[in-house]
């Protein structure tokens, strides 16, 4: 596989790992404005609720590793997570089935994986110096937002996946007392800089990044 098939593969996968599941409980609807039915606004609420209970757990009792264990064994019912639980799960496969040149792009609201061959990227970015890889073959797996592209097309396609969840009236927690417009939750991907951390290298071999990530 190429990096391509290998960034849509992990996605697929880990939403696969997710699906009829709690899923996440950083998304959520208005009750105000959007097309989605009541039905789906309430359904999302609810879920969302049951899914903030295990992810606070997870996070708070076991560390990357013994929480993605610990996931993989729960019934497909009983998973949760967010865009660091999605991104690690697509992490945990291709690491094991020795998927190479993995990458983590680490922003402070905002996790996902990049599949990146030599000579690499830079070791911070602003999503905006994301253009500057339009002539390498660099894929951006990112399976919280259901995006998979072209390194230099994830800004425009955040901003096209944010505003059609907006269209829908999905919102994403900021803490436990506000959400907001997924529209200005994707505003703020674009302010600070990424750090990118090398995961697998070119023969899919674990990096120490890898171990410093699972340990954490």
């Known amino acids: 596989m190429n990096e391509m098939e290998h960034a849509r593969f992990l996605r697929d996968y880990s939403r696969l790992f997710f699906k009829n599941s709690f899923k996440t409980s950083n998304k959520t609807y208005s009750m105000s404005y959007g097309t989605a039915t009541l039905l789906r606004k309430m359904a999302r609420i609810n879920y969302s609720e049951v899914a903030n209970d295990l992810v606070g757990y997870y996070r708070d009792t076991y560390d990357n ?3 993605l264990q610990l996931l993989t064994s729960s019934p497909q019912l009983a998973r ?32 996902f994986l990049i599949l ?3 000579p690499g990227i830079s070791a911070t970015l602003t999503l905006n110096e994301f253009c500057q890889y339009e002539n390498c ?7 919280w937002f259901n995006i998979h592209c072209r390194m230099h097309l994830y800004g425009l396609m955040a901003n096209f996946k944010s505003c059609q969840w907006e269209s829908e009236g999905k919102e994403i927690y900021k803490d436990v007392y506000n959400s907001e417009r997924a ?11 990424m750090t990118i951390y090398r995961m697998t290298d070119n023969n899919g071999q674990p990096t120490d990044d890898l171990y410093d990530f699972f340990s954490r």
């Not at 073959?137 to 399976?143: A, F, G, I, Q, S």
């Not at 529209?183 to 800089?193: S, Y």
């Open 65 to 67: 590793f013994d929480t």
């Open 137 to 143: 073959d660099y894929w951006v797996c990112d399976p």
């Open 80 to 111: 949760a997570g967010n865009c660091e639980e999605y991104c690690g799960i697509a992490l945990k496969y291709g690491f094991e089935n020795r998927i190479e040149n993995i990458w983590v792009a680490d922003h402070e609201i905002h996790e």
């Open 116 to 118: 990146a061959a030599d």
């Open 183 to 193: 529209t200005l939750w994707c505003q703020r991907l674009f302010v600070n800089d």
